[in-house]
T-cell receptor, first 111, second 113 residues
């Protein structure tokens, strides 16, 4: 079982570049979410989706876009990368009401 | 944003010892969750608690949902080296699809074999 797959695992961007972090799941879970994890800040919710075609903002959405065209995929787009977006990004799916499955993370550095 | 108070921040123990950690909040939660994160990996859900006073075990791990609904505890008995990692608590507010998690900052556990 693959569960939640995130790509890439590591990425270095220059300020101003754009990129898409990929997240795919094979569990047919309706709810998917993106978090960022920073030292001393814990995990913070960026965007979430309760199903295909439906997305909403989390706690720290600025600078990020999402879309959900299929149940399986929930990509996170950085429009114009900034050093403040250097972080570890996690995609998660929800089983019932609980964030039960996380991907391995994407470690992003913006220089 | 809102965060939970998780303590201790770090622990260094001998293999075989029992471990206790806790989370407190000024808010009432409907759900308490405990996760473990290994280096370079995403969090893994250990235990989910859905009712005040609930006591739930998962192997050597036991967690409790506080009666006031403002706190939760995680105990690990007879620790082993693979228990090393960061343990996070999370509380869940609201109802319906808009339930969001509030996270603690983690307890880092080191086990001396």
């Amino acid at each position: 079982n693959a569960g939640v797959t995130q790509t890439p695992k590591f990425q270095v961007l220059k300020t101003g570049q754009s990129m898409t972090l990929q997240c795919a799941q094979d569990m047919n879970h309706e709810y998917m979410s993106w978090y960022r994890q920073d030292p001393g800040m814990g995990l913070r919710l960026i965007h979430y989706s309760v199903g295909a075609g439906i997305t909403d903002q989390g706690e720290v959405p600025n600078g990020y876009n999402v879309s959900r065209s299929t149940t399986e995929d929930f990509p996170l787009r950085l429009l114009s990368a900034a050093p403040s977006q250097t972080s570890v990004y996690f995609c998660a799916t929800r089983q019932g009401w609980t964030e039960a499955f996380f991907g391995q993370g994407t470690r992003l550095t913006v220089v | 944003g809102q965060q939970l108070n998780q303590s201790p921040q770090s622990m260094f123990i001998q293999e075989g010892e029992d471990v206790s950690m806790n989370c407190t909040s000024s808010s009432i939660f409907n759900t308490w969750l405990w996760y473990k994160q290994d280096p370079g990996e995403g969090p893994v859900l250990l235990i989910a608690l859905y009712k005040a006073g609930e006591l739930t075990s998962n192997g050597r791990l036991t967690a409790q949902f506080g009666i006031t609904r403002k706190d939760s505890f995680l105990n690990i008995s007879a620790s082993i080296p693979s228990d090393v990692g960061i343990y996070f608590c999370a509380g869940q507010l609201d109802a319906g699809n808009n339930r969001k998690l509030i996270w603690g900052l983690g307890t880092s556990l080191a086990v001396n074999p």
